[in-house]
């Protein structure tokens, strides 16, 4: 399950970025899953779950956002979602000459947590 090993990669980034800038809690993570990605969420949320046991993350709430799979066709522009499978040949003229526009993403988008407590200045350094 490369779930696991996603999610340990999510904490750990988030940790980095978190840890040095006083975050005390971690609440909410939030990634794009593209459909193509090879992901799958339940999975994922039981992985992270257990990934941030003992961190600044445990308990944060995972928020995946799905991003459906796109491709144009080179030779005449039209675009398409896939579907899954992906149907990648163009549904206008055929053509095999075409790019995935989306649907690989695999992304932090945001993170929230609570900072630390600012120290209340003491009378001498009024």
Known sequence: MHEMSIALAVVDQVESAARPAGAT???????Q???LAGVVPDALAFSFALACTGTVLEGAELV???VPARARCRPCADTWPTG???H???PTCGGADTELLS??????????WQDA???VPTHQER
């Not at 809690?25 to 990634?31: I, K, N, P």
């Not at 649907?103 to 929230?112: A, C, F, K, T, Y």
């Open 25 to 31: 809690a971690v609440e909410s993570v939030r990634l």
């Open 33 to 35: 899953v593209g459909e």
């Open 64 to 66: 995946t956002e799905p």
């Open 84 to 86: 899954m499978p992906p």
């Open 88 to 90: 990648l040949n163009c």
């Open 103 to 112: 649907g690989r993403e695999l992304q932090i988008v945001s993170v929230s």
């Open 117 to 119: 407590p600012l120290p």
